[in-house]
């Protein structure tokens, strides 16, 4: 109980900014998160408040925000070792609200999860601080000594930053009341300090500006502080903590130019751990977390089990993986290539048999299959349970793809027909699609849902749909022109050569580097990154590195009441 208490007084002597306070923190919202801003008609619920500013040096706000279950696992693992992952057991940090991952308030279960999860890795990684990685010293050269090393390394890693010296100063009286008071050995009492640091809000909020550092005005516009921008690359794309050199990079001033950040995104996308990145994105992006909780009617789809869905999702993300890192990156390839890696699981379900389970390159019939939007994972997530659905299809092609949003639906729209009614899939939602009350949202998605119609529930290929031919053709309005496709395959093709399906592909990325909703103020920073991306040889990994050089990604704009 001593220990408890004296970690708990460090806490509450190290908060000294607004986390949880509601009061409002540089460039952002409430200490508690962001929260993400209405949705303009038009575009999807990533986008924020509406009226773009013509500043071409504007920037959007910074808001305060939460490491994410996936932030924290990979920043313990890569500060302490540990590949525990206790962020499995926090709350969800999927939201409604955004596409992408965020952590919410802190609620007192929360809280307590959190503070258990400090005390288990606090024990697990006291026997590891000897001299090495985690200690920078040999205590037998004086014990006080190192320990004030320790909280000077340990301390700069875990914040992201220098310590300042009242934080040094907390820590330091944090380890001697742990020798003292609770008659500790040297050890045990550096454990005390790591169960601590772990719970203070400069690890966990991502806010690696130093307390009583002046900000660096530009005009209407912070620029980031060198440790802050380092950190926000590291989170983009490794989703972790920055490593030992770009930590030096910041110190050293490299990370104050756009040249300077370009190179370290580059020596970053290098690294294997840039390849979680894509998969992120992807994952998140198309929802692919909520497959698992789609069931699907036994009786016509006896093969589909959890492990099917496994190798779904592992196929989608050696794919994407591969196409990165391993080929060209070319949006035409994540959306055309008519080839995937999968084990025999899924060779069996696309008539591509394969010899063994691990996953292989395998051709694909091109006439049948072309990217991420004719894999099982896509095709098995937005089916229903009993066959395909062009609503859900459309609609994620309308809203991920095109980034347009739809209005809530009212409350007396009928279910389309059953397949026992006879006639096929399209037949019946054509039928359905005349009532007054489901037209609107149904014009704009069942038609480009119905390109998707050569597929199953569960993305098995067909011709037949309960006795009669498939019908998968049909038009698409994009970039000013009515283009006509004949099925999921030509839709994929027009979908790859459309500048406003690249202009909304890089701003879905933006806003996951991002965390947050955009603003008026990102539309200077979304146009270049658009335009970066916007030649059909550009790569993903061209489009992250722009994104990190772009204006909102190094700036942040005046909060309330802060002066330019």
């Known amino acids: 109980m001593g220990r408890v208490r004296l970690v708990c007084l460090s806490l509450c002597l190290s908060c000294t900014g607004a986390i949880g306070s ?27 408040t509406p009226g773009a500013s013509a500043d071409p040096n504007a920037a ?33 940090d ?45 205590p037998a050269t004086g014990e006080d000594a190192c320990a004030r090393a320790f909280i000077t390394s340990f301390g700069q890693r875990a914040f992201r930053r220098p310590l300042t010296d009242a934080e040094a100063t907390r820590l330091t009286t944090l380890y001697t009341a742990a020798r003292t008071t609770l008659q500790l050995g040297f050890t045990e009492a550096l454990g005390v300090l790591v169960e601590a640091i772990l719970q203070t ?70 690294d294997p751990k840039a390849k979680d990145a894509v998969v992120r994105f992807f994952s998140d992006w198309l929802e692919l977390d909520a497959l ?29 993986q591969n196409v990165a890192f391993g080929g060209d990156g070319r949006l035409a390839t994540f959306l055309g290539a008519p080839y995937s890696y999968f084990g025999n699981a899924l060779g069996t379900l696309y008539g ?15 006439a049948q299959r072309a990217g991420f939007l004719t894999q099982a994972s896509f095709l098995a997530l937005t089916g229903s349970s009993g066959g395909s659905n062009p609503v859900l299809r459309g609609k994620a092609v309308y809203t991920k793809l095109l980034c347009q949003t739809l209005p809530p639906p009212p409350p007396n729209v009928p279910d389309p027909k059953p397949a026992s009614a006879g006639g096929t899939t399209r037949q019946r939602f054509i039928e359905h699609d005349q ?10 998605m069942d038609p480009i849902g119905f390109a998707f119609e050569n597929y199953d529930g569960i993305g098995q290929y067909r011709t037949m749909d309960n006795g009669s031919p498939v019908d998968a053709s049909g038009m698409l309005p994009l970039d000013g022109t009515t283009h006509t496709f004949k099925d999921a395959v030509g839709l994929a093709g027009l979908l790859a050569k459309s500048a406003e399906v690249r202009t909304c592909f890089a701003n879905e990325w933006a806003r996951f580097a991002l965390g ?26 061209d489009l992250m590195a722009s994104i990190a050089a772009m204006r909102s990604f190094r700036y942040r704009s005046l909060s309330q009441g802060e002066m330019p």
Request: glycine share 10%; hydrophobic share 40%; proline share 9%.
């Open 22 to 48: 509601g009061q409002d923190v540089p460039g952002g919202g409430p200490g508690t998160g962001p929260g993400p801003g209405p949705a303009k008609p038009g575009s999807n619920g990533n986008t924020g």
């Open 60 to 92: 959007g706000p910074v808001p305060l925000q939460r490491l994410t279950n996936r932030e924290f696992n990979n920043t313990v693992r890569d500060l302490l070792g540990d590949t525990s992952q206790p962020a499995t057991q926090f709350a969800s």
């Open 94 to 138: 999927r939201v409604t609200a955004f596409t992408f991952r965020q952590a919410g308030d802190v609620a007192v279960q929360d809280a307590t999860l959190l503070q258990s999860a400090a005390a288990s890795l606090a024990a697990a990684v006291a026997p590891k601080l000897v001299r090495g990685a985690l200690l920078p010293c040999d």
């Open 201 to 270: 809000p400069q690890f966990l909020y991502h806010w690696e500006a130093a307390p009583g550092d002046a900000p660096i005005h530009d005009g209407k516009v912070i620029r980031l502080p060198a440790y802050q921008v380092a950190s926000r690359l590291s989170y983009f794309l490794w989703s972790s903590m920055p490593d030992d050199a770009l930590l030096a990079a910041a110190g050293g001033g490299q990370l104050d130019t756009v040249a300077g950040v370009q190179a370290a995104a580059r020596r970053m996308l290098a």
């Open 292 to 320: 698992a909780e789609r069931a699907k009617d036994p009786k016509l789809y006896p093969n589909y089990s959890t492990a099917l869905q496994q190798a779904m999702l592992d196929e989608t993300t050696t794919f994407v």
């Open 352 to 366: 591509a048999p394969v010899s063994g389970a691990p996953a292989q390159r395998t051709d694909l019939n091109p």
């Open 435 to 444: 009532n007054p009350c489901a037209r609107g949202c149904h014009d704009v």
């Open 516 to 541: 947050r909703a955009d603003t008026g103020d990102d539309a200077a920073s979304l146009q270049e990154t658009a335009r970066a991306f916007g030649a059909d040889t550009a790569s993903v990994g």
